[in-house]
């Protein structure tokens, strides 16, 4: 498994990864048209203190994550998804979030923030292994990109 940059030409593959597992797995009534930064990766992601990246599995794209640079030397971690293919033992998970955290510490991030829904236990788990503390929702930065359908919170001090 290799984790790289997001490069143009990949978006059908992160749409791929990410709107089965928001509709099918989650229930989250959600298309590619709702989430425009999907469209304009290297414009929503690519910038400031920002990325993103895919994991792939010989060769197909099997997890997704981002950092969206929001300022004040933060940023919101973003669009972390991985197939059900890639969980566990392959690791995906893991090493998006260590590729991640990696670029945040070189760029100089002194806080990652996230919102996540209360459906994604597994991610809650995992979230809080790595060291995110939850948070409440008044704790987030203004600049922070609110989902709607985040209801919980995390940060990560690095």
């Known amino acids: 498994m290799i984790v790289r940059p997001f490069r143009p030409g990949d978006e059908d593959a992160v749409v791929d990864v990410i709107l089965p597992i928001q509709r099918e797995e989650f229930g989250i009534a959600i298309t ?6 999907l469209a304009a990766i290297p414009d929503w992601y690519q910038t400031g203190r920002g990325q993103f ?3 792939e599995l010989d ?3 099997v997890g997704t994550v981002a950092l969206k640079d929001i300022g004040g030397a933060a940023v919101a971690l ?3 998804f991985v197939k059900p293919v890639a969980r566990g033992a392959v690791g995906a998970a893991q090493a998006l979030l260590d590729a991640a955290l990696a670029h945040a510490r070189t760029n100089g991030v002194a806080t990652v923030w996230l919102g996540t829904t209360d459906k994604f236990k597994a991610a809650h788990r995992f979230y809080e292994k790595n060291g995110f503390d939850l948070v409440e929702v008044a704790d987030l930065p203004e600049s922070f990109p609110r989902m709607a359908v985040d209801t919980r919170f995390y940060r990560l001090a690095l």
């Open 32 to 37: 590619a048209a709702d989430q425009p930064d």
């Open 53 to 55: 990246w895919l994991a």
């Open 59 to 61: 060769g197909r794209a």
């Open 78 to 80: 973003r669009k972390m």
